[in-house]
C-alpha cells in the first residue's frame, strides 16, 4: 500500500518561497513509470494540476505556474518536494501530492493534504 505524506509550513508571508514536501512510504519514487504530481485547492475552488515529475526525474510544470514552480527529488529519502516562489494570498490553499500512471491517468495515491496559508 503506497501511502504519500504532505510536510511544509502552514503559513507563509507575501513574495517569500512556499517549500513543500511529500515523503512516499510502501513505494520507491524510481521504480514503475509513475509521475508524481502536486495538485492544490484554493478555498471554494476546484483543484488545480500544478505539475509533476516522473519516473526518469523529468519535470512538467502548469503553463500558468511554470514561472515560479519548481519540482525535484530526493531519490535518497524517497521524496519529492514543491517549490513555489513569490508567492501572494491567492497561493492559500490545500496542497496535495498524489501518484498516477501518466500525465493524463486518474490518480491512484493521494496525500491528505496540507493547508497552507499566504499571509503578512
Known amino acids: 500500500q503506497v501511502q504519500l505524506q504532505e510536510s511544509g509550513p502552514g503559513l507563509v508571508k507575501p513574495s517569500q518561497t512556499l517549500s513543500l514536501t511529500c515523503t512516499i512510504s510502501?513505494?520507491?519514487?524510481?521504480?514503475?513509470?509513475?509521475?508524481w504530481s502536486w495538485i492544490r485547492q484554493p478555498p471554494g475552488k476546484g483543484l488545480e494540476w500544478m505539475g509533476a515529475?516522473?519516473?526518469?526525474?523529468?519535470?512538467y510544470y502548469s503553463p500558468s505556474l511554470k514561472s515560479r514552480t519548481s519540482i525535484s527529488r530526493d531519490t535518497s529519502k524517497n521524496q519529492f518536494t514543491l517549490q513555489l516562489s513569490s508567492v501572494t494570498p491567492g497561493d492559500t490553499a490545500v496542497y496535495y501530492c498524489?501518484?498516477?500512471?501518466?500525465?493524463?491517468?486518474?490518480?491512484?495515491?493521494w496525500g491528505q493534504g496540507t493547508q497552507v496559508t499566504v499571509s503578512s
Open positions: 510502501g513505494g520507491s519514487i524510481i521504480t514503475g513509470y509513475y509521475y
Open positions: 498524489a501518484r498516477a500512471g501518466s500525465l493524463n491517468d486518474e490518480y491512484d495515491y
Open positions: 515529475i516522473d519516473y526518469s526525474g523529468s519535470t
